[in-house]
């Protein structure tokens, strides 16, 4: 992730990890010619940050999952509850700080996937790295870049 990420290991640690993830606040999409992916998330209050994500495919809800995200002493905690699965949390790796433009949690007892990188690119696009072991004890993962979208439909 790091060598992916090169400014991650940079830029110097927040002390209050909520306040480094208020950015991921919003609607964002994943527009393609099969299939559109749009995850929202609310402000931080009352401790955490609510989200959900939806996959839609010729018309079709495919996926969807809810997230939550709080503060757990120094780390955020990131819960996955993905369509017809158990939920799953992923921490913020000890030892490494939260930072301002990425977001990184992990489960290395989950299958798949066991980190998550959600790393901001500006103020109206990010990508989520998604990785998890692979064939051979490899790594395999892949990008999803999003863009800040309206979370209100258009009138």
Known sequence: VLLSFPAYAQEAPLTDPMASAAWLAGC????????????MWMPA???MMLGSSRTVATGEARQYEHLRLHVDGA???YTAIPSG?????????????VRADSLVFENLSHD?????VYRRLGADSLTVRVEGPGPGGSTRG???PMRRVRCEPPV
């Open 75 to 77: 780390r955020l905690v």
């Open 85 to 97: 699965q158990s939920e799953a949390a992923f921490t913020s790796p000890a030892g490494a700080p």
């Open 45 to 47: 209050d009352g401790g």
């Open 28 to 39: 964002w999409e994943l527009r393609t010619e099969r299939h559109t992916v749009l995850e």
């Open 142 to 144: 892949f990008d999803q």
């Open 112 to 116: 798949f996937p066991q980190r998550l």
